[in-house]
């Protein structure tokens, strides 16, 4: 079981930067795939980034590539997202989520643990 609880949300002008942050308990954390997704009004919740269980890759969505970073850390419990040159289409709630798949996960239902969600603004 893993409890994951997201932070770093808020308004933003396009063109800024936001770091998200997703603070997990529980002891199996370093045996978790973690992923962000995001979800804006009206659409479906779309895949934005993974990392592995020891940090060692990670996997985009196309939209996020070169401008976001996910990574991890282990020793405490958490994974990060930093988000730059952020765009309007940005806008959305984000979440953080964990999956005990062995194998790469891109979809919701992959992933069993989900956080509450993160707003994230940006303003033209």
């Known amino acids: 079981q893993v409890q994951l609880v997201e932070s770093g949300g808020g308004l933003v002008q396009a063109g800024g930067s936001l770091r998200l942050s997703c603070a997990a308990s529980g002891s199996t954390f370093s045996s978790c795939l973690m992923g962000w997704f995001r979800q804006a009004p009206g659409k479906e919740r779309e895949f934005v980034a993974l990392i592995t269980r020891s940090g060692g890759r990670t996997y985009y969505a196309d939209s996020a590539k070169g401008r976001f970073t996910i990574s991890r850390d282990n020793a405490k419990n958490a994974v990060y997202l930093q988000m730059n040159s952020l765009k309007p289409e940005d806008t959305a709630v984000y979440f953080c989520?964990?999956?005990?798949?062995?194998?790469?996960?891109?979809?919701?239902?992959?992933?069993?643990?989900w956080g509450q969600g993160t707003q994230v603004t940006v303003s033209s």
């Open positions: 989520a964990a999956s005990v798949r062995l194998s790469p996960a891109f979809y919701p239902y992959e992933y069993p643990y």
